[in-house]
């Protein structure tokens, strides 16, 4: 059974806020950029959003680092105006970076983490865990049990469908007391049934992020995620150096590498002279798309003045200086943008003006032919 229908309505904003990814918030947060005239673009540029774009990066980082049993609970201040907005634009923020990186891995792990945020937040929100939870099951009741502590009784069609995503004995329905086609939720492994119930809705809220961020990656087109270029390399680069063992985090496909690059590469590993420009946009650019520091060194390899040591300190100095890359205007001043008009069309495009700019369309593009792929295989399958 999928998540109910109709979802109760909410009119407390100050939850809308807390709770941004309930299916309720997208209207409050659409009447939100309305009201207060907000363009995505100002989202990513306008100097006045500045502070949602900081709390959207610490959410960010915040969920895709999150460790079990550690993460931050907001400090925002909900009863005003500003904080309920500086709340639930941070979380847009954050979704619209990670679906515009068209990064599988990177995405996977964001929602993860914003289910598991949430689900920890409910578990303590006794005053909201009722509308809450109707939001994604079919039902819910709680009853006191004889020692006092609150039970919590599911559909069992609900938890059917969710207990085998879980693990632990708990989870197995002949370890649950049932009743008339519901199951109960008591407290266990050290958790109240309250916080078991969490858990259990955390299944829904990951499945209802994943839709949502389908829904909004099948609309964004290449310029919309070039917009995201400088924010997706910040959290990339960032990612790759936190969870490189874990997670690497590398654009190491190199037909999505912009001809500037590819050829700084190719021309020192010919042995080619590149000037200093060009050196130092391989590096950064390096860094940005999350290669490796050792990696970035091997660039340099066959260079005709290589030596080692001067390189590992170089690079060093790019990768800890966080230099940012250079865009195409300074790359072309400088002789080191290889393409004239038609020769890759990406880079005719008015709006491409950073290398970083050409390397998100191009994982957009790669994104969404391996989903066609993926549909027509599975089209296939059912002919
Ligand atoms: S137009 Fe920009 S992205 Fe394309 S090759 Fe030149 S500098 Fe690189």
């Known amino acids: 059974m999928p998540m109910p229908m109709t979802s109760p309505e909410i009119g407390d904003e100050g939850l809308l806020a807390r709770y941004p990814f309930l299916p309720q918030g997208r209207l409050f947060i659409k009447k939100m950029l309305e009201e207060n005239r907000i363009s995505v673009e100002d989202l990513i540029e306008a100097p006045w959003l500045e502070d949602v774009r900081v709390k959207g990066r610490l959410r960010l980082v915040d969920s895709v680092m999150q460790e079990e049993g550690a993460f931050s609970i907001s400090d925002i201040d909900i009863s005003t105006e500003v904080g309920r907005m500086t709340e639930a634009l941070s979380f847009l923020h954050a979704m619209l970076v990670v679906c515009a990186s068209f990064d599988e891995r990177l995405l996977s792990r964001w929602i993860e983490g914003e289910a598991s945020r949430a689900d920890r937040l409910m578990g303590m929100d006794s005053e909201n865990f009722s509308v809450i939870s109707s939001t994604y099951l079919s039902g819910i009741s709680v009853e006191r049990n004889g020692d006092g502590a609150e039970d919590y009784w599911v559909p069992m069609v609900d938890f059917i469908e969710l ?53 909004r990656m099948e609309k964004i087109d290449d310029e919309f995620a070039a917009k995201f270029a400088d924010p997706v390399e910040r959290i990339v680069s960032l990612l790759s150096e936190r969870v490189k063992e874990e997670m690497p985090m590398t654009a190491a496909i190199r037909e999505d590498w912009p001809p500037c690059f590819e050829s700084a590469v190719s021309e020192l590993n010919q042995g080619v002279n ?28 066959n260079a005709p003045d290589y030596d080692s040591s001067t390189t590992s300190y170089q690079v060093n100095q790019i990768f800890e200086r966080e230099y940012t890359p250079h865009g195409c205007a300074a790359l072309k001043t400088n002789a080191r943008c290889p393409v004239g008009l038609g020769d890759d069309s990406l880079c005719d495009q008015e709006w491409l003006t950073h290398p970083l700019k050409y390397i998100r369309a191009k994982q957009r593009r790669r994104y969404v032919s391996s989903q066609n792929d993926d549909s027509s295989e599975e089209n296939a399958g059912n002919d």
């Open 163 to 215: 207990c085998p995503r879980i693990s632990g004995d708990y989870w197995r329905l002949v370890n649950r007391p049932t009743r008339d086609g519901w199951v109960c939720l008591d407290a266990g492994a050290g958790e109240s049934g309250r916080e078991r119930a969490s858990r259990l809705i955390k299944e829904r809220i990951r499945e209802s992020l994943r839709e949502a961020c389908d829904i």
């Open 274 to 301: 590149v000037n200093h420009v060009g050196r130092v946009f391989l590096a950064a650019f390096s860094k940005a798309v999350g290669l490796s520091q050792e990696q970035t060194c091997s660039f340099f390899a």
